[in-house]
């Protein structure tokens, strides 16, 4: 029986917490990070930062904003181990303390759909197989198509975010557990829309995905990012929940013990709470910042973090992760599975 796809999670997936030293400073990871996301935590608002190897360090999009990628340094490099962050206010003012979420991808991909006849957009990126996470890279056509993720056979995406890098429309968002005629936007709150134009009403497959005219995924012309998970057994999941509005709250199974977890209600306008395991260190998780808004880091009781799982808490608003019969999906990586290829179990905090 196999009881995960990968032992080391860490190898792929890590969250640092640090304090910023105001001159340019490399930070430890543990591995050559692909996607660094960065977010100052403290005493005032600050943009969500993310940049990649595919569009470069020079490149800076905002998950908490609509606005076309903008040329600016506040992340210089991608080290071996790590990432060297500017003096920048928003990612290394002195003082003042930030997390950083990365994952790795690292073998580059290309693929010239003409030549392939693998999807009808061309495509090129950043990929890991292993660990079901690609960055793709795409010019719009205007007309539906297909493009290639890289991810490979039984891989198939169960999320994708995608921004367009030219334009100031929204980070769009593929749940699988949504379905293909469904969308949600990473730097708002609203409920899950209907549209055809954004999945074309076409599922992931493990070669493509597919997107329709809207110029959130697909303007004539103009440059898109697109990042796109695959589920690993022990690693990584997406999922869907209903809440019972109780504190003895919904279970939700993972595979493992969470690393990182960010959950979004999807029946009603709800924020894009994010937690971890490096700001919380033990139960109940209650420090958590919002994908889709600039301010500080702030406490609320969600959920505790189980040894495969998470189970959803209410607080005296009734409302968190667990408002009675709330729609839910979630994304999360596993600090470590719930047992390992060896047989070793996860431990509970």
Same mark, same amino acid.
């Given at each position: 029986?196999?009881?995960?796809?990968?032992?080391?999670?860490?190898?792929?997936?890590?969250?640092?917490?640090?304090?910023?030293?105001?001159?340019?400073?490399?930070?430890?990871? *543990?591995?050559?990070?692909?996607?660094?996301?960065?977010?100052?935590?403290?005493?005032?608002?600050?943009?969500?930062?993310?940049?990649?190897?595919?569009?470069?360090?020079?490149?800076?999009?905002?998950?908490?904003?609509?606005?076309?990628?903008?040329?600016?340094?506040?992340?210089?490099?991608?080290?071996?181990?790590?990432?060297?962050?500017?003096?920048?206010?928003?990612?290394?003012?002195?003082?003042?303390?930030?997390?950083?979420?990365?994952?790795?991808?690292?073998?580059?991909?290309?693929?010239?759909?003409?030549?392939?006849?693998?999807?009808?957009?061309?495509?090129?990126?950043?990929?890991?197989?292993?660990?079901?996470?690609?960055?793709?890279?795409?010019?719009?056509?205007?007309?539906?198509?297909?493009?290639?993720?890289?991810?490979?056979?039984?891989?198939?995406?169960?999320?994708?975010?995608?921004?367009?890098?030219?334009?100031?429309?929204?980070?769009?968002?593929?749940?699988?557990?949504?379905?293909?005629?469904?969308?949600?936007?990473?730097?708002?709150?609203?409920?899950?829309?209907?549209?055809?134009?954004?999945?074309?009403?076409?599922?992931?497959?493990?070669?493509?995905?597919?997107? *329709?005219?809207?110029?959130?995924?697909?303007?004539?012309?103009?440059?898109?990012?697109?990042?796109?998970?695959?589920?690993?057994?022990?690693?990584?999941?997406?999922?869907?929940?209903?809440?019972?509005?109780?504190?003895?709250?919904?279970?939700?199974?993972?595979?493992?013990?969470?690393?990182?977890?960010?959950?979004?209600?999807?029946?009603?306008?709800?924020?894009?709470?994010?937690?971890?395991?490096?700001?919380?260190?033990?139960?109940?998780?209650?420090?958590?910042?919002?994908?889709?808004?600039?301010?500080?880091?702030?406490?609320?009781?969600?959920?505790?973090?189980?040894?495969?799982?998470?189970?959803?808490?209410?607080?005296?608003?009734?409302?968190?992760?667990?408002?009675?019969?709330?729609?839910?999906?979630?994304?999360?990586?596993?600090?470590?599975?719930?047992?390992?290829?060896?047989?070793?179990?996860?431990?509970?905090?």
């Amino acid at each position: 029986m196999a009881y995960t796809d990968i032992d080391k999670p860490s190898d792929y997936f890590n969250t640092i917490t640090y304090t910023g030293s105001g001159t340019s400073t490399a930070y430890t990871v *543990g591995f050559q990070p692909d996607w660094v996301w960065v977010k100052k935590r403290d005493t005032e608002t600050s943009n969500h930062i993310l940049v990649d190897s595919v569009r470069t360090t020079a490149k800076t999009l905002f998950s908490d904003l609509t606005s076309e990628e903008l040329t600016e340094t506040n992340i210089t490099s991608f080290d071996s181990n790590g990432f060297s962050a500017a003096s920048s206010g928003a990612t290394n003012q002195n003082g003042h303390g930030y997390v950083a979420w990365n994952w790795k991808a690292g073998t580059s991909f290309t693929n010239d759909a003409s030549a392939t006849g693998i999807g009808s957009i061309d495509s090129t990126g950043s990929v890991n197989t292993t660990s079901g996470f690609s960055i793709i890279s795409y010019t719009g056509t205007g007309s539906a198509g297909t493009v290639a993720h890289g991810l490979g056979s039984g891989n198939i995406p169960k999320m994708i975010i995608v921004k367009n890098r030219n334009g100031t429309q929204g980070w769009a968002v593929y749940h699988a557990s949504l379905g293909n005629t469904k969308f949600l936007q990473l730097n708002a709150t609203a409920a899950a829309g209907t549209a055809s134009t954004f999945w074309n009403n076409t599922t992931p497959t493990s070669s493509v995905f597919s997107i *329709g005219t809207s110029g959130w995924v697909n303007n004539s012309g103009e440059n898109y990012i697109a990042y796109c998970f695959a589920k690993k057994k022990g690693y990584s999941k997406f999922g869907s929940y209903v809440g019972n509005g109780s504190s003895d709250g919904t279970f939700v199974y993972t595979g493992g013990k969470i690393s990182w977890l960010m959950v979004k209600r999807t029946d009603s306008a709800q924020g894009w709470y994010i937690l971890d395991n490096k700001r919380n260190t033990f139960n109940p998780e209650d420090k958590y910042l919002e994908a889709n808004d600039s301010d500080a880091e702030a406490t609320f009781t969600f959920c505790d973090f189980l040894s495969n799982g998470f189970k959803a808490r209410v607080d005296n608003t009734g409302t968190g992760f667990n408002a009675s019969g709330g729609s839910y999906i979630y994304m999360c990586f596993n600090e470590n599975p719930f047992t390992t290829s060896t047989g070793v179990p996860a431990t509970a905090r």
